[in-house]
T-cell receptor, first 113, second 112 residues
Framework: GNSVTQMEGPVTLSEEAFLTINCTYT??????LFWYVQYPGEGLQLLLK?????DKGSNKGFEATYRKETTSFHLEKGSVQVSDSAVYFC????????????FGKGTLLTVNP | EAGVAQSPRYKIIEKRQSVAFWCNPI?????LYWYQQILGQGPKLLIQ????????DSQLPKDRFSAERLKGVDSTLKIQPAKLEDSAVYLC??????????FGQGTRLTVV
């Protein structure tokens, strides 16, 4: 079946540091890949997505590239801010019309001033 | 555009009691999902509706959980009787057929 593996948290960084959160997946076919973010006390929000191999999703300074050869979708940001503190979830959607999202366990990011 | 609405935001019940959650999806979204998010874990799909029909309920504990989506709009998720391990955040999401899912703020359930 489908599965998503994220790097274990928590991750603590200083403001303006470089961020990488690793994500690898197992899926049949050609899944779409997503990063969702959950700020304290809020629901999940889509951060970025990529629907085919070599696509790069980007939003709010965050980027992730769909790497089929390594089955990875690592999240990066060049300079994090305190406001980026949240839980980040990598997810995949299997191919077909059934829009079922499979999530990783999430990575808690804390950015200190 | 209004987002996915869920209520209540918080609920505390004793084990063996029953509880119900309500979800109002984004207008026009045919697909509605209920996810369970246990502390420290990623969300797990409980049930997926397409209009008012069930597409996937393979991970719904049917001996105690039930869900319905009358008229293809609002949905309710019920737990009866609740167990301690049901303590979690219950997330509702909706989508158009081929777009990303939009999530509500969730209902945090504590079973004591």
């Amino acid at each position: 079946g489908n599965s998503v593996t994220q790097m274990e948290g928590p991750v603590t960084l200083s403001e303006e540091a470089f961020l990488t959160i690793n994500c690898t997946y197992t899926a049949t076919g050609y899944p779409s890949l997503f990063w969702y973010v959950q700020y304290p006390g809020e629901g999940l929000q889509l951060l970025l997505k990529a629907t085919k191999a070599d696509d790069k999703g980007s939003n709010k300074g965050f980027e992730a590239t769909y790497r089929k050869e390594t089955t990875s979708f690592h999240l990066e940001k060049g300079s994090v801010q305190v406001s980026d503190s949240a839980v980040y979830f990598c997810a995949l959607r299997s191919g077909g019309s059934n829009y079922k999202l499979t999530f990783g366990k999430g990575t808690l990011l804390t950015v200190n001033p | 555009e209004a987002g996915v609405a869920q209520s209540p935001r918080y609920k505390i019940i004793e084990k063996r009691q029953s509880v119900a959650f309500w979800c109002n999806p984004i207008s026009g979204h045919a697909t509605l999902y209920w996810y369970q998010q246990i502390l420290g874990q990623g969300p797990k799909l409980l049930i997926q509706f397409q209009n008012n029909g069930v597409v996937d309920d393979s991970q719904l504990p049917k001996d105690r959980f039930s869900a319905e989506r009358l008229k293809g709009v609002d949905s309710t998720l019920k737990i009866q009787p609740a167990k301690l391990e049901d303590s979690a955040v219950y997330l509702c999401a909706s989508s158009l057929e081929v777009t990303e899912a939009f999530f509500g703020q969730g209902t945090r359930l504590t079973v004591v």
